[in-house]
């Protein structure tokens, strides 16, 4: 019987996705190949899995918990989920959890975006059994931040509802964290991102449960690749995607 790994993908929205393209930058995302992946819409239809497209998640809208529709354009996730499959060997189950301008405070499993992250979770997980899919692994790709870091959020406190919102996916199945590291703030104010980049660099040195895998986007500021204060070009998510797909592939190994 052939095995999946079921990744959730969580964070706010560069996880989500905010790519377009320009005269400068116009590569646009990358198309999922053959059967790397597929995934499981667990809102708007969680009774078969299709094959990822970009905009990933655009149809997973939840009014009473992550909901942001028209908000998607281009993600990480088809770059990812080629690089990982083609890395591992092993084809993906992928979730769309992930919520634009989400604070770490909004993910703690007090009827918020964890408690859907978690529902969401739970019926893939149903899915798969209903349907005998032998799942292998039970991952998360997390990528958020940029928020807390407007909100002059502590690296103390970072750490702390961090790890709490971890040992909950933790707790309901999810064996690692893979962690994309934020990038850059390109607005005008008097923002500083490198607290929170701080915090998550120590958290992945500091546990065991979560896994860099990506600190492209720090890189794209001075190369031009960001389109506005906080979000990127599309090529700027597929390689990020690429590369952390390929590092996450390699760790399973």
């Not at 095995?3 to 964070?11: E, V």
């Not at 998607?72 to 060997?89: D, H």
């Not at 120590?202 to 190369?223: P, T, Y």
Request: hydrophobic content about 35%.
């Amino acid at each position: 019987m052939r095995k999946y790994d079921l990744i959730m993908f969580m964070g706010q929205s560069n996880m989500a996705g905010r790519g377009i393209v320009s005269e400068r930058w116009p590569q646009s995302a990358v198309e999922c190949k053959g059967d790397a992946g597929y995934e499981f819409r667990a809102i708007s239809d969680p009774t078969k899995l299709y094959y990822i497209e970009e905009p990933f998640g655009v149809n997973e809208n939840n009014p009473n918990g992550i909901n942001e529709p028209g908000m998607k354009t281009g993600s990480l996730v088809s770059a990812f989920v080629n690089s990982y499959y083609e890395t591992s060997g092993v084809p993906v189950i992928a979730v769309s959890a992930s919520k634009g301008g989400s604070k770490i405070e909004s993910w703690q499993g007090n009827d918020d975006y964890l408690t859907d992250a978690i529902e969401r979770l739970e019926r893939a997980e149903k899915y798969c059994r209903d349907k005998d899919i032998d799942i292998r692994h039970r991952f998360m790709v997390w990528c958020q931040g940029e928020s807390d870091g407007d909100a002059g959020t502590s690296a103390e406190a970072y750490n702390e509802l961090f790890l709490n919102m971890l040992d909950k996916m933790l707790e309901a199945g999810i064996e690692k964290c893979f962690l994309i590291i934020i990038g850059e703030y390109n607005g005008a104010g008097d923002v500083d991102y490198s607290i929170i980049r701080n915090a998550q660099f120590h958290l992945a040195g500091e546990n065991s449960n979560v896994i860099l895998v990506s600190n492209d986007f720090c890189k794209m500021k001075e190369r031009g690749l960001m389109k506005d204060a906080f979000h990127y070009y599309q090529q700027a998510y597929n390689e990020v995607g690429d590369i952390a797909g390929k590092q996450a592939g390699i760790y399973t190994k």
